[in-house]
């Protein structure tokens, strides 16, 4: 029985959270807890850092339950992934 998909976005950013792979290793909250924190029921706040910063932090969840695009991206999905769009800073 998996659990739904979450998908937290903002203007610039979208994150999406798989809770079915998460490994709940933490790197997420310690990382950038303005945006992750657990104890929150809308527990990914993207609005709450610069797009980079959400990015770079979604990058080092070492299980991929978390990840990033943009919601200009549809026509380059995988590449949205891990890097921002280019130009972005
Ligand atoms: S970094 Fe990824 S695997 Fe670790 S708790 Fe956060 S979402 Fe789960």
Redo the contacts with the bound molecule.
């Keep these: 029985m998996g659990k739904r998909l979450q998908t937290y976005e903002t203007t610039d950013i979208i994150v999406t959270?798989d809770p079915n792979i998460?490994?709940?290793?933490?790197?997420?909250?310690r990382g950038l807890p303005e945006v992750?924190d657990v104890r929150r029921r809308d527990w990914v706040r993207a609005y709450a850092a610069p797009a980079a910063d959400v990015v770079a932090q979604v990058a080092?969840?070492?299980?991929g339950?978390?990840q990033v695009r943009w919601p200009s991206a549809s026509s380059a999905p995988d590449a949205a992934r891990r890097e921002p769009p280019a130009g972005a800073s």
């Design positions: 959270f998460c490994i709940h290793s933490g790197i997420c909250v992750f080092r969840c070492p299980s339950a978390l």
